[in-house]
């Protein structure tokens, strides 16, 4: 069973939520709180491995109340805002959701969640200069195709390995990021700036390959604008 709490200062909103909930057998709700204050309080009684967090809250908001969490569960935002998106992946969630959520934008998203497991950093394992290297992936910019090799380009570093563009983007969560050419992957969350032809990321500008025009612009539009 995943144990969820609901933190949503509107009624119809949780209700909502609540009626979903109710739909998933593995789903169990353990309480519904109006604000961060009263989500404090059940999280120090009642173990909860889920919360359903709506970024609006009165008084202490949303993502300023997960960044008061040392050691929090998993996560999925809920808000009628697009605009906090970027901000949001540099918190790992696990989805955000606009409002009004369909059921099937909510069932996709709790199929991320594993029991239990509250919310871990994501993490890839590649091998690099003779050495086995776990590289949290909200430090990655963005991963380059080099030939037989890829480039991943973090924060604080860059490594090469052997490894095909194709098969890391099966591995990469598509929610914090997205091809946008056939030899780059950024991150979503790095995102400066962007245009039709090109993104700007954290020092380094990339252009979108004509094959993904298309679709990397319906999916920036639908986080950004």
Known sequence: MIRCLIIEDEPLAADILRDYIGQVSFLKLQGVCTDAVGALELLHTEPV??????????GLKGLD?????????????????????????ELNV???????????RFVEAINKIKPGTGNPPETITIHSEKKTVIIPTQEIVYIESQKEYIKIQTTQSSHITKYALSKMEEELNPARFIRIHRSFIISLGK????????VELTGKTIPIGGNYREQVSSRLKSLFM
């Open 191 to 198: 995102i400066k700036a962007f245009n039709g032809h090109e």
């Open 94 to 104: 696990a989805d955000y959701l606009l409002k009004p959520i369909e059921f099937k």
């Open 65 to 89: 109340f997960l960044r008061t969490l040392k050691n929090p569960p998993a996560v999925i935002l809920t808000t009628a805002y697009h605009e906090y998106a970027v901000e949001s992946y």
């Open 49 to 58: 491995d889920l919360l359903f967090l709506d970024i609006h809250l009165p």
